[in-house]
């Protein structure tokens, strides 16, 4: 009798996962804010006071909006700051001349239409701090690209390197860019402060390096054909990368594991497409910047990737 109840505790066995990994969902969200710290100090260097309203009312207007929204539901707050994060990456992504209660409205859509309309984290299709960027954008243009680059709002307004580049053909430094003294958002000045926290995320393993390495080297390579074509057209590769959102982009946003591809050939298509995408609309649309519409535009193809991109299953036979 003894060894048979022995016999039965060695035979049972528990539901699945059965191989479980230490990086949980709260980690890796909490792995990507600290990631962002670099961004953010330099954020509050360069534009101040004015950026820690910025980060502060949009990360407590996320916060607010999912805890009311889940209270409505009579659902309980997640343990996981993952609204947190979509208001600071909102924040990042916003200008530092927009008024409070505008970036609060942006934050509120973000995390009610980007995410919790949805089902709440992991079934949302969006991006959702880029969600609440674009309805901010259609709703606010003018508010949406006024630009400063000073350490404080009292400078002379002046256009991002994109916009200088596409309209009057002037180039920027690369030494401005790369530290990060030239208009823009509040995250995506410094490239410097974003390729730290891009290279913690992939040391940490964080990210899959697939995506922000195709991603940028489908930019890097498509404005190298460019710039040979037309110089004075055209912006250096190392111009196109350093310029823009680009990087906040391709480390924080499409690397995104809810709204990219599960499979590796699937990101690797994900980051191309996002790359000629940005490249088209930087040369020949409307806007000097197309980092926004690149990753919500390939967010929207990732369930077809998902559905018709899967690996191999273990043990079977190709057809």
């Known amino acids: 009798m003894e060894k048979d109840k022995a016999t039965q505790r060695i035979l049972i066995l528990s539901s699945s996962p059965h191989i479980r990994d230490r990086l949980t969902v709260a980690r890796l969200m909490w792995g990507v804010i600290i990631a962002l710290s670099p961004a953010v100090a330099a954020s509050i260097y360069f534009f101040g006071l004015q950026a820690v309203k910025l980060i502060g009312v ?28 979509s208001g600071l990456l909102l924040a990042l992504v916003l200008p530092p001349t927009l008024p409070l209660w505008s970036a609060a409205l942006g934050a509120v859509f973000a995390i009610i239409v980007g995410k919790q309309i949805f089902g709440g ?34 400078a002379i307004t002046t256009a991002t390197p994109l916009g200088l580049m596409k309209f009057e ?11 990060g003294h030239v208009g823009g958002s509040l995250g995506e000045t410094s490239a410097l402060a974003l390729l730290i926290g891009g290279a913690y995320l992939l040391i ?9 390495l195709s991603y940028l080297g489908t930019v890097a390579l498509l404005s190298g054909v460019f710039y ?5 057209q055209y912006g250096t590769p190392l111009f196109s990368l350093l310029a823009g959102g680009l990087m906040l982009g391709a480390f924080f946003m499409a690397t995104d594991p809810v709204t990219t591809p599960v ?21 020949w649309g409307g806007y000097p910047e197309g980092v926004m519409f690149s990753i919500l535009l390939m967010n929207a193809f990732t369930p077809l990737l998902d559905r018709y991109i899967k690996p191999k299953i273990f043990g079977s036979k190709e057809l």
Request: net charge positive.
């Open 58 to 85: 949009c990360s407590l207007a996320s916060l607010a909006a999912e805890y009311i929204f889940l209270w409505l539901r009579g659902k309980s707050f997640p343990k996981e700051p993952s609204a947190l994060l």
């Open 263 to 283: 499979t590796k050939l699937g990101r690797w298509i994900f980051g191309l497409g996002a790359g000629i995408v940005v490249v088209v609309i930087r040369n």
């Open 228 to 232: 040979l074509i037309s110089p004075h």
């Open 204 to 212: 940490r393993r964080y990210i899959d390096w697939r995506t922000p």
């Open 121 to 154: 984290l992991g079934y949302n299709i969006f991006n959702p701090a880029l969600i609440g960027r674009a309805f901010l954008a259609a709703t606010f243009p003018v508010l949406m690209t006024t630009w400063v680059k000073s350490f404080s709002l009292a």
């Open 169 to 179: 053909s002037q180039s920027t430094s690369l030494i401005k860019l790369f530290y």
